[in-house]
């Protein structure tokens, strides 16, 4: 089993920066990939930000640029950074490890909010 918490959510002005973590702990080792999703009110979730194993990432064209994943190993944890904030960032923010098979946790989610 596997358990994921995220923090470091909450309001921030246009142009402000926020930095997310994700810690994990259980059996992660079957991890492949790690990521952060997001979901804004009536919208479908959305991937913003993925690291694998080998340590590539890929963002989509609405965040490239102004948000970066990261992650320590030592601690088990992953981060967002996210900078130039728009209004439309405004979501619920997910962490995800997945990896073969059945092998995929979510976390709790962690509201970020940016005011115009």
């Known amino acids: 089993q596997v358990q994921l918490v995220e923090s470091g959510g909450g309001l921030v002005h246009t142009g402000g920066s926020l930095r997310l973590s994700c810690a994990a702990s259980?059996?992660?080792?079957?991890?492949?990939?790690m990521g952060w999703y997001r979901q804004a009110p009536g919208k479908q979730r959305e991937l913003v930000a993925l690291?694998?194993?080998?340590?590539?990432?890929n963002y989509p064209e609405s965040v490239e640029g102004r948000f970066t994943i990261s992650r320590d190993n030592a601690k088990n944890t992953i981060y967002l950074q996210m900078n130039s904030l728009k209004p439309e960032d405004t979501a619920v923010y997910y962490c995800?490890?997945?990896?073969?098979?059945?092998?995929?946790?979510w976390g709790q989610g962690t509201q970020v909010t940016v005011s115009s």
């Open positions: 995800r490890f997945w990896g073969v098979g059945a092998f995929d946790y």
């Open positions: 690291i694998t194993n080998s340590g590539s990432t």
């Open positions: 259980g059996r992660i080792f079957s991890t492949y990939v």
